[in-house]
């Protein structure tokens, strides 16, 4: 199911997971486990660098820590009975912002990597931290693009779809120990929340968009960051939702919102982020899959 970009440096990507035909929430689960938590590196050195690395941010800027759902792999199940829908289970555990800064997002990230074939593995010590991201399509059929502003924590002044991360407090999660959240909040956690990152972001009413469907994951090789993609039309026009982001929730997040054609986005996605140009790589199997039906 991998498949790696041929791009160099920060835009290039690794597909984890690709579900061209896309799929529901009632194809997609969670298991929510601390088994797929991140393990501590063997290294004193590199673990006291986590504490460090948040230090110094945190002097700089105004972060705070919160938890965040750890990826730690899936398994896929497309059926022996052509009639069976596939289903993705999702593996995730917990981690925090704080582990996201002192390892994936270190000078040194490199180090906390495991030398392994096998993606979970080669990952185990770092946070990882699942993302989301929407590629929406208007009823004139424009791909919204947002450029990031200066003041975001990742790729200040990028090109990127709306998103953001599924959040466990928003399911009731601080803990493994004082969880009594069931698995199947967590999935629709999942669906939920990349709703609320469009509406936040772009301006576009919640009763505008269509159900998500999960496309797959995503993973930059820069600093091993995955994000879940996922596909949502939108019964508004390009130029009725570009009325709407200038009172976007969080429209400080961007300084530009753009509805771009097929064509643009192929220019403009050369420029993103590797995670969230294989967000358009997972959008264009999607077509590809959609015309080949």
Not at 72 to 88: A, I, L, M, R, S
Request: glycine share 8%; proline share 6%.
């Amino acid at each position: 199911m991998e498949e790696k970009s041929s791009c160099d440096g920060i835009h290039e990507f690794k597909l984890l997971l690709s579900c061209p035909s896309g799929l529901s929430p009632s194809q997609v689960s969670v298991v929510f486990n601390e088994a797929y938590d991140r393990i501590p590196h063997p290294d004193p050195f590199l673990e006291e660098s986590i504490f460090e690395e948040w230090d110094a941010r945190e002097r700089l800027s105004s972060i705070y820590n919160r938890p965040k759902f750890r990826y730690g792999g899936y398994t896929f199940d497309v059926g022996n009975d052509p009639k069976q829908q596939p289903h993705v289970s999702l593996q995730l555990g917990l981690t925090d912002y704080r582990d996201f800064v002192g390892t994936n997002l270190s000078p040194i990230w490199e180090r906390y990597l495991v030398p392994s074939e096998d993606d979970c593995i080669q990952c185990q010590h770092t946070s990882s931290p699942l993302g989301n991201g929407a590629v929406v399509e208007t009823s004139d059929k424009k791909i919204l693009v947002l450029q990031r502003s200066n003041r975001v924590g990742e790729f200040p002044g990028y090109f990127a779809f709306p998103g953001g991360n599924p959040e466990p407090q928003d399911v009731g999660i601080v803990s493994h120990e004082l969880n009594q959240c069931r698995n199947s909040k967590v999935s629709q956690e999942m669906f939920d929340s990349i709703v609320c990152e469009v509406v936040e972001e772009t301006g576009a009413p919640a009763n505008s968009l269509s159900s998500p469907i999960f496309i797959g994951i995503s993973q930059r090789v820069l600093n091993v960051r995955p994000i879940a993609f996922f596909f949502i039309k939108c019964n508004l026009q390009s130029d009725e939702i570009q009325q709407l982001y200038s009172s976007a929730q969080n429209g400080f997040e961007s300084t530009q919102l753009y509805a771009v054609s097929m064509t643009d986005l192929d220019d403009m996605a050369s420029t993103m982020p590797g995670c969230h140009r294989g967000g358009f790589a997972l959008y264009k199997l999607m077509l590809q899959g959609a015309n080949g039906s």
